[in-house]
């Protein structure tokens, strides 16, 4: 019974120490990743064949259509946009800019989520043979949306634009929003990471279909 007990004790103990290791471990990565974000924005310093944005704020969109005035690409792709938002209520983000939409937007409907707009973006990129492109997002979405887009398509250059107007990681222990999207986000990234060891290809992706609560991607058409 002594010895049975002192098992019980060692086993509880060898638990609790891997736990400990554990907490520490997943805690200086979240750190890392906190601290590794951008709290700047930061113009490119080379231009590119194309600028993706990933949607999720208006922000993104202004800065990816400042990008195009300003000659970093000739091509715009918009990608996730909400399948009730036309053309003209987005060009009023940025009315300075409005001749853009006519020549040099692209608009895509069909991605759901950071899988869809992976598949969505190759496919763009594919059909208008960019060798490189600039990535819009937030800074918090990069690192995510940069594995996504690496796994995907990995013989395109990306380079990262980060918008960094909504949350500065840096205060994250500030506020618990903050803190909660993060955190949030930081999960987001692990699973991704891990699931894209194990897959060849986003699009024929069961993992990728489960994580979209379905698929990445819906059959919708432009509205008007």
């Not at 949350?167 to 993060?182: E, F, G, K, M, N």
Request: charged fraction near 20%; aromatic fraction near 10%; hydrophobic fraction near 45%.
């Amino acid at each position: 019974m002594h010895k049975r007990r002192s098992w019980l004790v060692r086993g509880g103990l060898a638990l609790f120490g891997l736990g400990v290791v554990f907490a520490l471990t997943a805690m200086l990565g979240f750190l890392a990743f906190v601290y590794s974000l951008d709290r700047f924005e930061r113009k490119p310093e080379t231009g590119a064949d194309g600028i993706v944005v990933l949607t999720g704020g208006a922000q993104r969109i202004d800065d990816a259509i400042n990008l195009l005035a300003e000659g970093y690409a000739d091509r715009l792709l918009i990608s996730g946009v909400n399948e009730k938002t036309n053309r003209e209520q987005i060009s009023r983000l940025n009315p300075g800019q409005r001749h853009l939409f006519d020549c040099c937007v692209d608009l895509d409907y069909r991605a759901r989520n950071t899988i869809g707009n992976a598949i969505e973006i190759r496919r763009w990129t594919e059909r208008n043979h960019f060798a490189s492109l600039i990535v819009v997002t937030s800074n918090y979405h990069m690192p995510r949306a940069l594995v996504e887009l690496e796994h995907a398509f990995p013989n395109v250059q990306k380079i990262p634009y980060s918008v960094a107007a909504t949350i500065d990681p840096h205060d994250w222990w500030h506020s618990a929003s903050t803190a909660r999207v993060l955190f949030s986000e930081y999960v987001k990234l692990l699973a991704v990471w891990v699931r894209t060891r194990f897959e060849s290809d986003p699009e024929h992706s069961k993992a990728a279909r489960i994580m979209s609560g379905g698929n990445p991607l819906i059959q919708v058409a432009e509205p008007l």
